[in-house]
């Protein structure tokens, strides 16, 4: 399977990239591109360096080589008035959700607005609600501190957040870690609807198999220090490199593709 090439409609290109931490590589002449509207998830076995592209991606980690553009915009070496502007234009949802425990929800979504715009107290009170209830939480989610939220409203209060700014990119690391599988996929559902409800482009990193079958349209999997694979789920899974094989045709990965196919 050959990595996408470089469309026109490109969000994310990376192209080259090397990360290192000391002697030791992670990524070696990574490349990765994703297309403006795909679900796109990132996986592969523990220490390939989902996270860590993730990271640098988002401007959390500067690699050693190579290139990054986010919407057409080389991020490395960028300035932080720059990085500052581009960090308005993707949200972030990290795994244990990331949020301040001493504030409400409401008050935890409306961070990002009070951070990068001059609106009121009152508008910004007015966006949060509304970001709360897009993420399908009640009305009187937000009046609540992150403690007193069942697992899957976290996780739902951390989306909440990380559309705050109406970002056209989003990021999910490990979303549905913990939860139910109901509220697994319920969550998966919600990712789908918010993705073609709001022309939202998404990469995720996930270990949830379910996930992978049912809200991706592209599986990028990483292996050797690089993208060793990238394609439908449907086609993936046929790949013949052998980490790939080991990875989905194990009981739980030969679980899930019975279980995407009776979906269907």
């Known amino acids: 399977m050959a990595l996408n090439p470089t469309p026109a409609d490109a969000v994310i290109v990376v192209r080259g990239l090397q990360t290192r931490f ?24 523990s ?5 860590t592209l993730l990271r640098a991606i988002i401007l959390l980690l500067e690699p050693t080589a190579g290139s990054i ?3 057409g915009q080389e991020i490395i070496g960028i300035s932080e008035s720059a990085a ?20 409400t929800v409401r008050e935890n979504v409306a961070m990002p607005l009070r951070e990068h715009t001059r609106l009121s107290t009152g508008r910004i009170a007015e966006i949060a609600n509304l970001k709360i209830a897009l993420a399908g939480l009640p ?19 951390a989306l909440a957040r990380a559309l705050a700014l109406d970002p056209a990119l989003l990021f999910l690391d490990e ?6 599988p109901v509220s697994a996929g319920a969550f998966d559902e919600l990712v789908v609807q918010l993705k073609e409800s709001l022309g939202l482009t998404v990469v995720m990193v ?5 996930t992978l079958w049912q809200a991706t349209d592209q599986v990028a999997f990483l292996g050797e220090r690089r993208v060793i694979g990238y394609a439908p789920m449907q086609e993936l899974t046929h790949a013949e490199h052998p980490l790939i094989r080991a990875y989905f045709e194990g009981p739980r990965g030969r679980a899930a593709r019975e279980q995407s196919c009776k979906a269907r």
């Open 206 to 210: 996930t270990h949830d198999l379910d």
């Open 47 to 51: 220490g390939s360096g989902k996270t």
């Open 84 to 103: 500052f502007r581009l960090r308005r234009r993707f949200g972030m949802l990290f795994q244990q959700g990331a949020l301040f425990s001493s504030l």
């Open 69 to 71: 553009q986010l919407f």
């Open 139 to 157: 009305a009187d989610a937000g009046n609540k501190l992150p403690r007193e939220l069942s697992g899957g409203m976290l996780k739902r209060a």
């Open 175 to 180: 979303p549905t870690a913990g939860l139910d």
């Open 22 to 45: 000391g002697a030791t590589i992670i990524h070696e002449n990574l490349d990765f591109t994703v297309q403006r509207g795909e679900i796109v998830a990132l996986v592969g076995g």
